[in-house]
Every structure is written in structure tokens, then in C-alpha cells.
């Protein structure tokens, strides 16, 4: 089970890039990275999910380097509507046989953004 | 929208009841999950179906606790003997085949045990 760290709390400020850094040390081959991002009183939101290099959508993009023991999920041109929880998960996808122990969401880091 | 829903968004009970939580996927989706959530932590994994097959349930979830998904669409989750540290907002997602993380949400149900 690849456990991940993450910082706490972050804060920036609207129109600035926000990068929230995941560690996962012990990630496996099989393992994929995932974000999610939650505002209070709702459910999770998948935000984007990779396994290498890097990935983008219309929302973030998503660093891992070669090593894949971290992951930095890079949020631009941040507004007040970012501030939320945001969430690195990792794990094997079920149909390829993993579990549900990459399912643990952790504590998450709570991003604030100020005016 | 045919997002995922819950129903009730809101339960309160006394200690010692039992509850019943309802959870609708995206009716395309096969793949369904619960969570719970305690205020200041993330989601915590309770159990997973795949169609109408509870795959996996989390070593936490206590015997007083089972889900069902009878005909591999909707699924309910019930608490038996309720205790006060069963407060805590539940979640249901859904996801389909081959996207384990890409998850829906629904937008949960809170239960207050009084």
C-alpha cells in the first residue's frame, strides 16, 4: 500500500499558479496517481489522473517525475472558487487487479486562496 | 443531470436505531462505492461493488454495517444499533468499468446519532 504525504495547508492568491506536491515513496509499478478535489459539504471531484511525465486537462496538469515517488498537481490562474481540499491517491486500478487499498484519501491539503 | 444522488442528504437518530441510506448511480456506471467522512478527514473507503457483487469492504467496517446492490443499480447501505460514532457524513460514487479513480460522487448523506 502506497501511503502519501502531503502539506496541510497552502495559501496563495487569486491570478497566481498554485503546485501542491504529493509524496509517495513506496508507489508500485502497477500504481496510478490521482487528484481529487472537494469543497465542504460535497462529495470528491476527480480532477485528473496520470502515471508518468506529465498530464493536462482543462483544469490542471499533473507532474511526476522519472523516479514517481512524488507527484505535483499544478493548478493556474487560481481564483477564490479554488479554495478547497485537494486530495492525491494511489493505487492500482481494481481491473487490473488492485484492490481497493489505493482508495484512502488522507487528510488531503487544504488550499486557500485570498484576494 | 443524472449525477449521482443519495438520499436522505440528512439523518438524525437516536442510539440504537437502525438506518437505511439509498445511493443512484450514473446509470451507466457498474462500478459503486461508499465512504464515510468525519469532519477534518478524508473520505475513508467502506465498500465496493461491481454490478450486483460487493468485491471488497473495508477491514473497519464494523458488523453492524451492510450494503447491498440487489440488482446491480442502486445500493443501500444499513446501520444496525447505531452509536454515536456512527455520526459522520456517508458517501456514495460510481465509476465505470476500467476508471477505479475516476470517481463520481454523490452528495452524501450526514447521520447525527444523538
Known amino acids: 500500500l502506497a501511503k502519501t504525504t502531503q502539506p496541510i495547508s497552502m495559501d496563495s492568491y487569486e491570478g497566481q499558479e498554485v503546485n501542491i506536491t504529493c509524496s509517495h515513496n513506496?508507489?508500485?509499478?502497477?500504481?496510478?496517481i490521482t487528484w481529487y478535489q472537494q469543497f465542504p459539504s460535497q462529495g470528491p471531484r476527480f480532477i485528473i489522473q496520470g502515471y508518468k511525465t506529465k498530464v493536462t486537462n482543462e483544469v490542471a496538469s499533473l507532474f511526476i517525475p522519472a523516479d514517481r515517488k512524488s507527484s505535483t498537481l499544478s493548478l493556474p490562474r487560481v481564483s477564490l472558487s479554488d479554495t478547497a481540499v485537494y486530495y492525491c491517491?494511489?493505487?492500482?486500478?481494481?481491473?487490473?487487479?488492485?484492490?481497493?487499498?489505493?482508495?484512502?484519501f488522507g487528510k488531503g491539503t487544504h488550499l486557500i486562496i485570498q484576494p | 443531470d443524472t449525477g449521482v444522488s443519495q438520499d436522505p442528504r440528512h439523518k438524525i437518530t437516536k442510539r440504537g436505531q437502525n438506518v437505511t441510506f439509498r445511493c443512484d448511480p450514473i446509470s451507466e456506471h457498474n462500478r459503486l462505492y461508499w465512504y464515510r467522512q468525519t469532519l477534518g478527514q478524508g473520505p475513508e473507503f467502506l465498500t465496493y461493488f461491481q454490478n450486483e457483487a460487493q468485491l471488497e469492504k473495508s477491514r473497519l467496517l464494523s458488523d453492524r454495517f451492510s450494503a447491498e446492490r440487489p440488482k446491480g443499480s442502486f445500493s443501500t447501505l444499513e446501520i444496525q444499533r447505531t452509536e454515536q460514532g456512527d455520526s459522520a457524513m456517508y458517501l456514495c460514487?460510481?465509476?465505470?468499468?476500467?476508471?477505479?479513480?475516476?470517481?463520481?460522487f454523490g452528495p452524501g448523506t450526514r447521520l447525527t446519532v444523538t
Open positions: 460514487a460510481s465509476s465505470s468499468p476500467g476508471t477505479t479513480y475516476e470517481q463520481y
Open positions: 491517491l494511489v493505487g492500482a486500478r481494481m481491473y487490473s487487479g488492485g484492490g481497493a487499498d489505493g482508495l484512502t
Open positions: 513506496n508507489i508500485a509499478t502497477n500504481d496510478y
